[in-house]
């Protein structure tokens, strides 16, 4: 595999990610969970990723997580109601979730839109190059203005796949890393959003939290356990 030979060669090279010792939750303004999604777990497919990037009120960005694996559509929809339930209970916040309006993208933000409308979301316009999108992210990254926690298991392998954009061998957790980044900063490369319900902090009454909480995890899981009752009948499991 070919490797940039310097890091002047590189769109995202190592220094510019400042590190973050530790995240207050008082400091997260917005949390966005952006998603790559792929349909096929084959050896030669692309991994579904998954890149949650908050923006702070002291000023910049900061990576909080990022997961990727292999996962085919029928199983796709749950993972990402999945994965924003954990983060509502973790961060106590309603994030904004986005995804590219292309290929598998599609079919699930026509999912999610169906099974919880009333989880807001950004729908990214697909580009013709990759690299278009990711040089539209690079003035925010060579600011210095995103930073990763500093014992996040993820970080050494989130840095290798940014710096060898893009003549990695993947390219996943690049493209939600440049939707998250950009669903901050650059509104035209999206389609008008869907926001029954805004996003950000969720009242912090504890009560007032754990019924708007539980609420819609109710509501997610109902979806999730409806489409299992349903794949369950299809395949005679009844």
Not at 85 to 104: F, H, I, N, Q, S
Not at 139 to 148: E, K, R, S, Y
Request: net charge negative; aromatic share 8%; hydrophobic share 45%.
């Amino acid at each position: 595999m070919q490797q940039p030979s310097s890091a002047e060669d590189q769109l995202f090279p190592e220094h510019v990610w400042r590190t973050l010792e530790a995240i207050s939750m008082d400091d997260l303004q917005l949390v966005v969970s952006a998603w790559d999604c792929a349909n096929k777990t084959g050896e030669k497919n692309d991994y579904s990723a998954n890149v949650v990037v908050a923006r702070l009120h002291s000023g910049g960005f900061v990576v909080l997580d990022v997961w990727k694996a292999k996962l085919n559509f029928a199983q796709l929809p749950d993972v990402v109601l999945e994965r924003y339930g954990w983060l509502m209970e973790r961060y106590k916040t309603l994030p904004l979730l986005c995804v590219e309006d292309a290929a598998a993208g599609t079919q699930l933000l026509d999912a999610i839109r169906n099974r919880c409308p009333q989880i807001p979301v950004a729908a990214a316009k697909p580009v013709k190059a990759k690299i278009i999108r990711a040089e539209g992210v690079t003035p925010i990254t060579t600011g210095g203005l995103v930073a990763l926690p500093r014992h996040a298991e993820w970080r050494a392998d989130f840095i290798a796949e940014l710096a060898n954009f893009p003549v990695g061998l993947h390219d996943d957790i690049v493209d939600a890393f440049c939707h998250a980044i950009k669903s901050f900063t650059t509104a035209r490369d999206f389609r008008t959003p869907d926001l029954q319900i805004l996003p950000g902090r969720l009242l912090t009454n504890e009560d007032v939290w754990e019924q708007e909480r539980e609420e819609l995890e109710f509501r997610m899981q109902t979806a999730i356990s409806s489409d299992l009752d349903e794949y369950d009948y299809l395949m005679g499991n009844w």
